[in-house]
């Protein structure tokens, strides 16, 4: 399934890689690998996660306190956050106008 991420998603993958790799050396390796494990499954069972609101589902990244936000629609799996639970929680939903245009 084609996937596309949010150039701002892009941005907070980014931001949170290296802030764990400061926070001790590997652990953005292991941040990433889980975030591609958690990818691998939405890909796979995109409607098997919990649906926030219609058309908007939450995956939740394995050993980390984030969650992938994400959409499906006939041209694949649109990321629209990679969203730490405990800061701003529905701040990407500024989001969803950009990716139904």
Known sequence: MNRTIHPE?????????????????????????QIEA???NICAFPFACVELEPGIRR????????????SVDKEGISILSFAHFRRKPVYWKQRLNQITQ
């Open 9 to 33: 998603a892009k941005i907070e993958y980014q931001d949170a890689f290296a802030y764990f790799e400061n926070e001790q050396a590997g652990l953005g390796d292991v941040f990433s690998e």
């Open 38 to 40: 958690a990818l691998r």
């Open 59 to 70: 995956h939740v990244v394995r050993k980390f306190k984030y969650g992938i936000i994400y």
